[in-house]
């Protein structure tokens, strides 16, 4: 969600002249310029065109003075940041009812303050269990290759007093094997009208983990990242990133860790078949089992 609240104060920023010289049709077309611009910066992120198609309907609904056109897409952008804070409470009553009986739980990447304007989605259970006097264990994986999880996620909850620990990604079926993973929770960045979920690369794998020890694997999201359009996860695009990210773990002024000549595969995200999704947790409420029908009668409701 943060993409999509900074994605929508980008554009209050566009460099339009308030005054004469600027008509209304050219102070459109630079919005929609910078619109377009930062569609393009994350192709993976529904969260981002959500968030830039509410103020290109600011901008192709107005017909007033180019300076209160501005002044419209301001109070906009803050009404996306105030309905994030809203949604990330909401999500974590929700979430907090799944997990009101674990001692222990697993999450991958970073899906909490650092990522949205308040608690986060995956994390916003464990903040409102931790505020309730509930306190969980955290077992924060990597998340290889940029570290989300052990530099953000681990932090954060640190931060908050939570008990965090830092494990491998490798390591994470083995906790799982003795018993020290009570529940995986993860955000997403995409969520097909089917159920299937596009999260950061490790996802899926994670979730096969899961469902083979018999662990619930839980997916928090608000319904703007759902994709109504796209009937499966097939469908979502996949951003692949730079081979240096794998090369040069620790930056490109580091020892190299991969033999020059090697090809490196570097795609950010994956998708979750919806078969290994326990439940879907929004700011509206949870899908139990979700599937095609569940999850367009939770969009509808």
Not at 253 to 274: I, Y
């Amino acid at each position: 969600p943060a993409i999509g609240i900074a994605a929508a104060y980008g554009v209050t920023l566009t460099p339009v002249d308030a005054d004469a010289s600027a008509s209304l049709p050219e102070a459109q077309a630079r919005y929609r310029q910078t619109i377009d611009h930062l569609a393009t910066s994350r192709p993976t992120a529904v969260n981002l065109f959500w968030a830039l198609d509410r103020m290109r309907a600011i901008v192709d609904g107005f017909a007033g003075e180019v300076a209160e056109l501005r002044e419209q897409l301001v109070t906009e952008a803050i009404r996306i940041h105030d309905d994030d804070r809203q949604m990330c409470r909401s999500i974590g009553r929700n979430g907090a009812t799944l997990l009101a009986d674990c001692k222990s739980v697993m999450t991958h990447c970073n899906a909490g303050s650092l990522a949205t304007s308040m608690w986060g989605t995956a994390l916003a259970p464990m903040y409102h269990l931790h505020e309730s006097g509930h306190t969980l264990e955290v077992f924060a994986d990597e998340t290889r290759p940029l570290l989300q999880g052990a530099r953000l996620t681990a932090w954060e909850l640190h931060q908050a007093g939570i008990p965090v620990t830092v494990c491998t990604d490798s390591m994470s079926g083995s906790l799982m094997r003795q018993g020290r993973v009570d529940a995986v929770i993860v955000g997403a960045d995409r969520i097909a009208a089917n159920g299937d979920v596009a999260n950061k690369i490790g996802t899926y794998p994670l979730a096969v983990l899961a469902k083979y020890h018999n662990i619930p694997f839980y997916v928090a999201a608000p319904t703007n990242t759902f994709d109504a359009e796209l009937e499966s996860g097939d469908l979502i695009p996949i951003e692949q990133r730079n081979a240096d990210e794998v090369s040069y773990p620790c930056g490109t002024d580091s020892p190299r860790q991969t033999p020059e000549g090697v090809a490196v595969v570097n795609p950010a995200f994956d998708v979750t078949p919806v078969e290994l999704v326990t439940a879907l947790i929004t700011e509206k409420g949870v899908i139990s089992g979700p599937d095609t029908a569940k999850v367009r009668a939770h969009l509808d409701a």
